[in-house]
């Protein structure tokens, strides 16, 4: 499948009367798919042509030099669209002010940083490692080492280029999150068991506080990874197809004004969500808008509830 690359920088021209954008391409391309490009550009009135030389494709969008921000995104978006519809005309591709306006559209188009989803990851296990080892599913080294391997994996994909890369890091990131939901769960579980029966941590209320805030938080980031993981169909398919309409509309979804031209949320807006959320026990500025997005925040919301009052309430009563 032709796409755009987004690893690659973007050449910008400008003159008195027009800024010109390459968009590179993934690899090369047919003429018939460049023709096909250039009918469809026309036939949707987009300012965009497609170009292959010398191993090379690119996609060169023109626009005004006065375009609005919102012109800019609109038009570079709709360039964008077009590749995959592009596709259809070759059966065998080979390859799978306004200047300022396209540049911050293209940094937005780049894929997420995975650093700050490999720092909360670390904070997860660290979490984890320190809560007594009777808050773990098996053994208390199981878990860190599944989550610590995937996370190698993750890094290993994002740095290496192969063909089937976006399914395989899709499939790694659903991995990541389905075992910090189990094991999420099942330190809830606990805690919530422990403070019912009378756990060893509920003798002193230092240790409870202590406990009760290490599953709190480990929750928290068990659902900033999840809202990562379900909006949109993941980062991937955030960057490269977005939906018209998200699973969850973060302020800038709502008032396109208060943001930068394909403006996208990252990993640290939803740890964000999930740190609200939990402290809020409803929605704050993102509201979510698919049924599944409605019952994770709902399910979030809940068992935040369920561990901060049972935890303060059983702590109140061990000092007295």
């Known amino acids: 499948m032709t796409a755009i690359d987004p690893r690659r920088e973007i050449s910008v021209r400008s003159t008195s009367e027009w800024v010109s954008a390459e968009l590179p391409l993934i690899a090369p391309v047919t003429d018939a798919w460049a023709r096909h490009y250039d009918s469809l550009a026309r036939g949707n009135d987009v300012p965009a042509v497609a170009h292959t030389d010398d191993g090379r494709a690119w996609i060169e969008v023109r626009l005004p030099v006065g375009s609005r921000q919102d012109q800019v995104a609109d038009t570079m978006n709709a360039a964008r669209d077009l590749v995959g519809l592009a596709d259809t005309a ?19 188009a780049r894929p997420d940083s995975p650093w700050p989803m ?66 999420g769960a099942g330190v809830t579980i606990r805690l919530i068991d422990d403070l019912v029966s009378g756990g060893p941590e509920t003798n002193s209320a230092a240790d409870l506080l202590g406990v009760g805030l290490g ?46 031209p394909g403006w996208r949320p990252r990993f640290l807006d939803y740890l964000y969500l999930g740190f609200t959320n939990a402290t809020a026990f409803s929605p704050t500025d993102v509201m979510p808008v698919a049924l599944r997005a409605k019952l994770a925040m709902s399910m979030q919301a809940i068992t935040s509830l369920a561990i901060l009052s049972l935890v303060i309430a059983r702590a109140v009563n061990i000092l007295q």
């Open 90 to 108: 070759d059966e065998n591709p080979i390859g799978v002010a306004a200047e300022d306006s396209i540049r911050a559209w293209w940094a937005n």
């Open 118 to 183: 490999m720092l909360t990851l670390a904070v997860a296990i660290g979490v984890q490692l320190a809560l007594p080892s009777r808050f773990s599913l098996g053994p208390e080294w199981i878990v860190p080492a599944i989550l610590a391997v995937l996370a190698v994996a993750l890094v290993i994909v994002d740095h290496v280029r192969f063909g089937r890369r976006v399914p395989v890091g899709r499939a790694l990131t659903i991995a990541v999150a389905t075992v910090l939901v189990a094991n």
């Open 215 to 260: 599953v709190w938080v480990y929750t928290v980031i068990v659902f900033a990874f999840l809202y990562w993981v379900l909006d949109g169909g993941g980062a991937a398919a955030r960057a490269t197809s977005p939906s018209a309409i998200p699973d969850l509309a973060f302020p800038q979804h709502l008032n396109p004004r208060v943001c930068t």
